[in-house]
């Protein structure tokens, strides 16, 4: 047996491995009452569930990827990460304060690093266009903008 096939075989020995492994398998959704969903425009509620429910939402659409190793490792990182930032299926419990820190947080990375690129890139459909970013943006800012002065 060459080198070149027992390298394949070791790297594929690991990758059945990985798959005893539990972490990553937990793929549930938690029930949580309808009426504490976001309240939104129409527009801004389907944007959102468009490019961001699938991590910060109880709605989660888990692709088959999903339960395969180590792929299922970071997905389900980026989930409980993205649901214990904001979840929309929770909004109506925030306060009106973290409410509007997490719309302020909205308004800054909807138009950079969220929705994150690995994930556009496996969802088309969720990439925003600027259009998209700007409806977003006047939603999460009521139409005002955050705009930060420093007085000195």
């Known amino acids: 047996m060459g ?4 390298v394949v ?8 491995v990985f798959q ?13 009452d ?5 309240k939104a425009p129409s527009k801004v509620v389907a944007l959102l569930k468009k490019s961001c429910y699938d991590c910060h939402s109880n709605q989660t659409k888990w692709p088959w990827w999903s339960y395969v190793a180590p792929a ?13 930032a904001l979840n929309f299926s929770t909004w109506q419990k925030y306060t009106k304060k973290e409410k509007e820190k997490l719309k ?14 690995q994930y556009v890139w496996l969802h088309k459909d969720a990439k925003l266009s600027k259009n998209d970013v700007k409806t977003i943006r ?3 800012s ?3 903008g955050f705009i930060k002065t420093t007085v000195r």
């Open 138 to 140: 006047d939603w999460a």
């Open 72 to 84: 299922s490792w970071s997905i389900s990182d980026d989930v409980k990460g993205g649901r214990e």
């Open 104 to 117: 302020k947080g909205i308004y800054r990375t909807v138009a950079g690093p969220m929705p994150l690129p």
């Open 34 to 38: 309808p009426k504490l969903e976001i």
């Open 20 to 32: 005893f492994i539990p972490y990553g398998k937990d793929k549930t959704n938690p029930k949580t």
């Open 3 to 6: 080198v070149f096939a027992r």
């Open 9 to 16: 075989g070791i790297i594929a020995l690991v990758f059945v």
């Open 142 to 144: 009521n139409g005002k």
